[in-house]
């Protein structure tokens, strides 16, 4: 089946850091991926829609100066947390949505990034 | 707006007991409806879903109807094992192609 990446699996950083994710398509191209960010015995909030080739929606009340995302390819989504807090250590996934499906919704989730700011 | 919401958990079951998992959303229009299952360690992973009312979604043993009077999706399974200990997250899709909205997820712990 549909195989979605991320890199790293974990990251700890210093406040004031930048930390770029990475989400990969392995096996499908995704003109769609989509950042979810999870915190402890939460669900999962949508961060942003990442469009390839064209600028990502961010959901209301998510700062795009902050989380920035470029999807430069239909196999890669980058999410790059700027300037990392404490308050933005998280759990951050991504999901990819195999272009032939494009009208169904079939979403295959990455594995998530534990990023912990210090 | 749309949204969904589940029982809270965490449940704790014996092997060969029988689950149910409630599950309810508020949504316009026709929404598909998924459950996911995230094991420890793991990403979420479909475990069964369902596009249009009265569809029944079946994996593993597990099985979902998509009931529109009631708007309503429940997850059950008439016996489980220690291997489906992990967290199940309700999830509703309001347009294909769209995000998913979830529930906050329900840990069910099996021991045998």
């Known amino acids: 089946g549909a195989v979605v990446s991320q890199h790293p699996s974990w990251v700890i950083c210093k406040s004031g850091t930048s930390v770029k994710i990475e989400c990969r398509s392995l096996?499908?191209?995704?003109?769609?991926m989509f950042w979810y960010r999870q915190f402890p015995k939460q669900s999962l909030m949508l961060m942003a829609t990442?469009?390839?080739?064209?600028?990502?929606?961010?959901e209301q009340g998510v700062e795009k100066d902050k989380f920035l995302i470029n999807h430069a390819s239909l196999t890669l989504s980058t999410l790059t947390v700027t300037s990392a807090h404490p308050e933005d250590s998280s759990f951050y996934i991504c999901?990819?949505?195999?272009?032939?499906?494009?009208?169904?919704?079939?979403?295959?989730f990455g594995p998530g990034t534990r990023l912990t700011v210090l | 707006g749309n949204s969904v919401t589940q029982m809270e958990g965490p449940v704790t079951l014996s092997e060969e007991a029988f689950l149910t998992i409630n599950c309810t959303y508020t949504a316009t229009g026709y929404p598909s409806l998924f459950w996911y299952v995230q094991y420890p360690g793991e990403g979420l992973q479909l475990l069964l879903k369902a596009t249009k009312a009265d569809d029944k979604g079946s994996n593993k043993g597990f099985e979902a109807t998509y009931r529109k009077e009631t708007t309503s999706f429940h997850l059950e399974k008439g016996s489980v094992q220690v291997s489906d200990s992990a967290v199940y997250f309700c999830a509703l899709s309001s347009q294909a192609g769209t995000a998913l909205i979830f529930g906050k997820g329900t840990t069910l712990s099996v021991s045998s």
């Open positions: 990442s469009n390839e080739g064209s600028k990502a929606t961010y």
């Open positions: 096996d499908f191209q995704a003109t769609t």
């Open positions: 999901s990819a949505r195999e272009n032939r499906d494009r009208g169904t919704d079939t979403q295959y």
